[in-house]
């Protein structure tokens, strides 16, 4: 069966800090992988989406970035962390069906606090 | 990317049925209208989705209008566990995952 790991739980770090999330799936090949934010008491944003390998979609122009150095690995990154990234951050994936509507699955998220 | 209109928020007594409203009337023909829900402090889950034909699983049910500019999800017996924020989304090929805020649903004892 098909896991999404996700870690750290949760993260304090000060502002001006760098920010490594990283995210695996297990069971699958090729899936599309998501990286999501939901500020407090606010809904999800997508932040970053990938088809495959080295194949990053930004939605968001904002000081982070995305990477894909493996099938079933996706990282979230920043040079230097802001008090505005404070947020609940969210991995998911769903299978490549080529155009079939699928499920989305979600890692358990990781609490990031920017102090 | 085609939008929905939710209630922000919904009560409902426990071991009732629930009818959580969507509004998408600006959804496309291969448009697919999917459910998630998401638990305090979890990532959201899966709860059910479809095209045109209203479906079950063992979770809900999605009532779709016949003209699917809107669309019902359906909890038979509320229990203090469905307590959640419903997202009501819709997908299509090539287009992404797009949340909005919700409906946030108390569940009363």
């Known amino acids: 069966s098909q896991t999404i790991h996700q870690w750290p739980a949760t993260l304090v770090q000060p502002v001006g800090s760098p920010l490594s999330l990283e995210c695996t799936v297990e069971g699958t090949s090729n899936p599309n992988l998501y990286w999501y934010r939901q500020a407090a008491g606010r809904g999800l944003q997508l932040l970053f989406y990938?088809?495959?390998?080295?194949?990053i979609s930004s939605e968001v122009p904002q000081n982070l970035s995305a990477s894909r150095p493996q099938d079933r690995q996706f990282i979230l990154s920043s040079k230097k962390l802001l008090l505005s990234d404070s947020g609940f951050y969210l991995c998911?994936?769903?299978?490549?069906?080529?155009?079939?509507?699928?499920?989305?699955?979600f890692g358990s998220g990781t609490q990031l606090s920017v102090l | 990317d085609a939008k929905t209109t939710q209630p922000n928020s919904m009560e409902s007594n426990e071991e009732e049925p629930v009818h959580l409203p969507c509004n998408h009337s600006t959804i496309s023909g291969t448009d697919y209208i999917h459910w998630y829900r998401q638990l305090p402090s979890q990532g959201p889950e899966y709860v059910i989705h479809?095209?045109?034909s209203n479906v079950n699983n063992r979770m809900a049910s999605l009532a779709i209008a016949e003209d699917r500019k809107s669309s019902t999800l359906i909890l038979h017996r509320a229990t203090l566990r469905d307590a959640a924020v419903y997202y009501c989304i819709l997908w299509n090929t090539g287009n992404q995952f797009y949340f909005g805020t919700g409906t946030s649903l108390t569940v009363i004892p």
């Open positions: 998911a994936w769903t299978p490549d069906l080529g155009g079939r509507s699928e499920k989305l699955f």
């Open positions: 479809g095209l045109t």
């Open positions: 990938s088809i495959g390998i080295d194949q």
